[in-house]
């Protein structure tokens, strides 16, 4: 299961059988990072517990990160209880807001996501007329 969720990169870098060679493994996920993150992604159906979106083949999953729902920083930990599987623009816009749980969370980033819009819709949507006159 686990070789399945590396990218075929990464696959390289934890066989050997590559040629490049990688000077700072500082930056890699280690295996017990692999595993408790196949461990999260599975438990949430590879879904972001925010706005679900389905991460569930190789090209979507590429989108899928790890959330600390307690951020790290307010003394969140690394207990898979405070793990959740986030689409990147969600682990993003949450970043270090705190909620009080997962539905307060979806709420709130419903309501940025909608703002977003708006201001998409309004500035640089395809069909948005950009005047040209100083």
């Known amino acids: 299961m686990i070789q399945g969720l590396l990218s075929v990169w990464s696959y390289f870098l934890w066989t050997g059988k590559q040629e490049r060679v990688v000077r700072d493994w500082s930056d890699m ?9 196949a461990r999260i992604f599975a ?3 590879f879904h972001c517990v925010y706005c ?3 991460g569930s ?3 979507r999953w590429r989108y899928l990160a790890i959330d600390h729902f307690i951020p790290r920083a307010s003394g969140g930990t690394e207990d ?3 793990l959740v599987t986030a689409c990147m623009d969600c682990n993003f816009m949450k ?3 705190r909620f009080a749980t997962v539905a ?3 709420v709130q980033m419903g309501k940025w ?3 977003e819009r708006q201001i998409f819709e309004r500035n640089f949507s395809p069909t948005a007329v950009v005047s040209t006159e100083p």
């Open 95 to 97: 970043g270090s807001f």
């Open 104 to 106: 307060e969370a979806r």
């Open 80 to 82: 898979d209880a405070n």
């Open 52 to 54: 679900d979106y389905d």
């Open 43 to 45: 438990r949430d159906n």
């Open 57 to 59: 083949t190789f090209e």
């Open 113 to 115: 996501v909608a703002q």
């Open 29 to 37: 996920a280690t295996i017990k990072i692999v595993e408790r993150n």
